[in-house]
């Protein structure tokens, strides 16, 4: 399968900077992970067992971007599965996860594009807004596919067009030659892979507001989830703190005076027939 080039060269950032702005984000990440802890939960909530019995547990889970493994425990017991492994693309997530996880949780670092699995050997795939990040979020749907068992589960999030659209445009006004928000696929290009590669999965939407004191505020919860601006047109210096200003003052306030963050989010779910 091959990458479309547009969508590599206008969405997706290299791997490397997503590997090191994660990494480097691992400390921080998970108090001001809120909208990933709110996504999660929904996919954590519908997980079906693999095992009927508790004492009967086998089978393998797969967290695919596990970041922290703050979900990665959980979605082994909710699956009751025997193994469970915390894949990521950053060692700096995976180091960071396997400190502060139990040790009966295995980790790997690898790319969700080349999964390093063989063919129908996963039970449970649970992958928490890692798919965005992609070359090709496509690939990420087939490896996935190949990888699952018959009667395999596949839970995924991922963010769409429209997400952050209030920075976007507050950054356009201040300026306006230079990109500072990440861009993301459309609903209708995720529909497209996944009727192409999941022909039987579903796929739902939610818009997301989230409120914040300050566009400074949202910044910073960007950054320290590793969420930061990554395209190739991003500045090579530090933004000029008269830009950063002009962009406050462009970004809309609530009659509280407190900001609002929209984010499209979208649920990607699947049950590989027996």
């Not at 995976?94 to 594009?113: H, I, M, N, R, V």
């Not at 999965?201 to 400074?216: G, K, N, V």
Request: glycine share 6%.
């Amino acid at each position: 399968m091959t990458l479309p080039s547009q969508h590599k060269a206008s969405v997706a950032p290299e791997k490397s900077v997503i590997a090191r702005d994660f990494g480097a984000a691992s400390r921080t990440y998970d108090p001001a992970a809120r909208l990933q802890r709110y996504m999660g939960q929904v996919m954590v909530d519908r997980i079906l067992p693999v095992s009927d019995r508790d004492s009967e547990r086998r089978g393998l889970a797969l967290d695919l971007g596990c970041g922290t493994g703050w979900f990665t425990r959980e979605i082994g017991e909710r699956g009751r599965v025997e193994h469970t492994v915390g894949v990521d693309l950053a060692p700096g997530m995976l180091q960071f996860a396997k400190s502060a996880c139990p040790t009966d949780l295995q980790w790997l670092a690898a790319d969700a594009e080349v999964l390093p699995f063989k063919d129908n050997s996963v039970d449970l795939i649970f992958s928490n807004l890692m798919i965005q990040w992609a070359e090709n979020p496509e690939q990420v749907l087939s490896e996935c596919r190949r990888v699952l068992k018959p009667g395999g589960q596949l839970m995924m999030s991922t963010l769409l067009d429209g997400t952050l659209f209030e920075l976007k445009e507050a950054w356009h006004k201040a300026d306006p030659d230079h990109q500072h928000v990440n861009r993301f696929d459309t609903a209708d290009s995720y529909a497209s892979w996944v009727n192409r590669t999941l022909p039987e999965a579903r796929l739902s939407q939610e818009t997301i507001l989230l409120d914040y004191p300050t566009p400074m505020a949202l910044l910073s919860e960007l950054k320290a989830i590793g969420a930061g601006f990554k395209g190739a047109a991003r500045r090579s210096s530090a933004t000029a703190p008269g830009r950063l200003r002009a962009m406050c003052r462009h970004y809309p306030r609530a009659t509280s005076g407190q900001v609002v963050a929209t984010y499209q989010a979208a649920w990607i779910t699947f049950r590989l027939p027996e």
